[in-house]
């Protein structure tokens, strides 16, 4: 079965012991961890060696990236390469969260130079997509997706999109307290696999693991991760109190 993940995006958020103690609260819930899950945790930079430290002694927890650099090294004042990532034994990134794409322009081929930076140095894109509200209301979202896929992705080969992680996040529930219903959530997540499969073959689409992302919580996540082509959640709000992400992690289907 592909991966089932709970992935955490802590954003600008939390001061370094404000981090370590809910890492701590999470890690002491003692999660039974199936094969197949994970749980993931976006920190901000500062952070990623001390919190790598706690997710290395807990079975499947990982840390990841927020954030990387489009090139690989050179006079890019505060950027942060994926080469850096790696040497630091960071396997998962972010690219293409839509604050990213909204606050610092990050174009779909911008975002081609990202994906490709993350895997020649080993990393593990977790690669964003999701439509604003007027696309939704205008109902254009399949369309809006299927390019943020083509554009971003369809570079990749068979082999670069097997196992890859994409995460779903409509723009207008991100955040707002709104989410998508199961329904629209398992909807999309079908076009997207049935872009793949067109692109790349069922097999392939089958093998990759697509987060739902837009206001999860605890209340919500049983629900939405038993959609089908559901296979998890990018959590931002909610994976800040501990005892809400360690709720959503339970949620994972086995
Ligand atoms: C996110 O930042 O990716 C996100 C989905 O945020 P939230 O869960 O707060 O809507």
């Known amino acids: 079965m592909r991966k089932q993940i709970a992935a955490a995006n802590w954003k600008m958020n939390l001061t370094l012991a404000q981090g370590e103690e809910l890492m701590n609260e999470i890690v002491q819930a003692n999660i039974n961890m199936e094969k197949n899950q994970e749980a993931i945790f976006a920190v901000p930079f500062p952070y990623l060696i001390t919190n790598k430290s706690i997710t290395d002694k807990a079975k499947n927890f990982i840390t990841a990236a927020q954030n990387c650099a489009s090139e690989n090294s050179g006079?890019?004042?505060?950027?942060?390469?994926?080469?850096?990532?790696?040497?630091?034994?960071?396997?998962?990134?972010?690219?293409?969260?839509?604050?990213?794409?909204?606050?610092?322009?990050?174009?779909?081929?911008?975002?081609?130079?990202?994906?490709?930076?993350?895997?020649?140095?080993?990393?593990?894109?977790?690669?964003?997509?999701g439509e604003p509200l007027l696309v939704r209301q205008a109902e254009t979202q399949n369309a809006h997706i299927e390019m943020q896929l083509q554009e971003s992705l369809f570079h990749l080969s068979t082999e670069q999109i097997k196992?890859?992680?994409?995460?779903?996040?409509?723009?207008?529930?991100?955040?707002?307290?709104?989410?998508?219903?199961?329904?629209?959530?398992?909807?999309?997540?079908?076009?997207?696999?049935?872009?793949?499969?067109?692109?790349?073959?069922?097999?392939?689409?089958?093998?990759?693991?697509i987060l739902y992302g837009g206001s999860v919580k605890a209340a919500?996540?049983?629900?939405?991760?038993?959609?089908?082509?559901?296979?998890?959640?990018?959590?931002?709000?909610?994976?800040?109190?501990?005892n809400e992400f360690v709720e959503i992690i339970k949620s994972l289907k086995k």
């Open 75 to 129: 006079a890019y004042t505060g950027e942060v390469s994926c080469q850096m990532l790696q040497s630091i034994n960071i396997k998962y990134v972010l690219i293409g969260h839509s604050e990213r794409r909204e606050y610092y322009n990050e174009t779909n081929q911008v975002l081609v130079k990202k994906i490709n930076q993350a895997l020649q140095n080993n990393l593990k894109p977790i690669f964003c997509c």
């Open 163 to 209: 196992d890859f992680v994409i995460a779903y996040e409509p723009i207008w529930a991100i955040g707002t307290g709104l989410t998508a219903s199961s329904a629209q959530a398992q909807n999309m997540h079908a076009h997207i696999r049935n872009v793949l499969a067109n692109k790349y073959g069922q097999e392939i689409a089958n093998s990759v693991s």
């Open 220 to 242: 919500n996540a049983v629900e939405i991760f038993s959609q089908p082509d559901v296979d998890g959640g990018l959590v931002g709000g909610a994976s800040l109190v501990a």
